[in-house]
């Protein structure tokens, strides 16, 4: 029984299961999220294993684009993934990531502000 991705990964290597099945337990591993550790571990490998699938594509845009992924290393790995792998679309989701960090960042500036003006 697999129960990590790095053992996915190991038994794709030694040949005991094909790229196919190797891919659809990391997917489902990145799809689950109840371990951090094992999103970020399967998002780097399935970047070692240059996967370029549209279904890795959108999940990888989800994460950094969705503001319930606060993990930054999982923010990290999904964006390092998309920059290599999806080098010709991964624009948009990167700007719309970057602006919408930024924006949160004057968020918590205005807040900050505000709260100096009340208090």
Do not use: H
Request: charged letters at 20%; hydrophobic letters at 45%; one cysteine or more.
């Amino acid at each position: 029984m697999i129960v990590s991705p790095t053992e996915v990964y190991k038994n794709y290597q030694m040949g005991k299961i094909r790229k196919t099945a190797a891919i659809t337990y990391l997917i489902s591993f990145l799809e689950d999220q109840s371990n951090w550790r094992y999103t970020v571990d399967s998002i780097e490998i399935l970047g070692e294993m240059q996967v370029n699938s549209n279904e890795l594509y959108k999940l990888l845009e989800n994460l950094v684009l969705l503001t319930t992924t606060y993990n930054v290393d999982v923010i990290n790995a999904a964006i390092k993934v998309l920059t290599l792998n999806f080098s010709k679309k991964c624009e948009s989701p990167l700007i719309s990531f970057l602006e919408t960090t930024v924006n949160n960042y004057r968020l918590i500036d205005i807040f900050i502000k505000i709260s100096d003006l009340i208090w």
